[in-house]
T-cell receptor, first 113, second 109 residues
């Protein structure tokens, strides 16, 4: 593994179902993030984690939850999916501190019907 | 609160220069980043300005004026591979980024 991986690549989901999007990084970065990207709206931060064991809410956290049990993994869970959660989801990571660069995973395209 | 304004699309020929502007309003400003995203791909980091002035990285340069809440990305000697969307992002506390809506650049022969 080099960088950030996300799974699945794409998923079609029935409304009301529970879904977990997986994200793993091998760069030993302290900070990780989840974004959703919708046409015309750019990237919006859902949740973030500055270090293992801590999480925070971003701009659009409702309907999503995250956990950060260790440095490498940062799963995003939709407890009961709704059609408005149809989007492309990107996971990212960065070193904490002065550096700014965020490294993005390849994304998960989620469709909720 | 915060908001970032970016124009939506620009078309330019190979070899040309394109400037993409970004104005922002936000509390807790630490710096301005630029990311590139090709269709179907992931965003990739281009540059970061924490202080006023110009940062140059090869064919790309980025500028920031904190007093004007304004920055721009300059793409020089445009190549076909530069066709992509370009996003400015305000760096806020806790290492968070707030992204603009993006600007699509189309390079034509």
């Amino acid at each position: 593994i080099a960088g950030i991986t996300q799974a699945p690549t794409s998923q079609i989901l029935a409304a009301g179902r529970r879904m977990t999007l997986r994200c793993t990084q091998d760069m030993r970065h302290n900070a990780m993030y989840w974004y959703r990207q919708d046409l015309g709206l750019g990237l919006r931060l859902i949740h973030y984690s500055n270090t293992a064991g801590t999480t925070g809410k971003g701009e659009v956290p409702d309907g999503y939850s995250v956990s950060r049990a260790n440095t490498d993994d940062f799963p995003l869970t939709l407890a009961s999916a709704v059609p408005s959660q149809t989007s492309v989801y990107f996971c990212a990571s960065s070193e904490s501190g002065a550096t700014d660069t965020q490294y993005f995973g390849p994304g998960t395209r989620l469709t909720v019907l | 609160g915060q908001s970032l304004e970016q124009p939506s699309e620009v078309t330019a020929v190979e070899g040309a220069i394109v400037q993409i502007n970004c104005t922002y309003q936000t509390s807790g400003f630490y710096g301005l980043s630029w990311y590139q995203q090709h269709d179907g791909g992931a965003p990739t980091f281009l540059s970061y300005n924490a202080l006023d002035g110009l940062e140059e990285t090869g064919r790309f340069s980025s500028f920031l004026s904190r007093s004007d809440s304004y920055g721009y990305l300059l793409l020089q000697e445009l190549q076909m591979k530069d066709s992509a969307s370009y996003f400015c992002a305000v760096r806020r506390g806790n290492n968070r980024l707030a992204f603009g809506k993006g600007n699509q650049v189309v390079v034509i022969p």
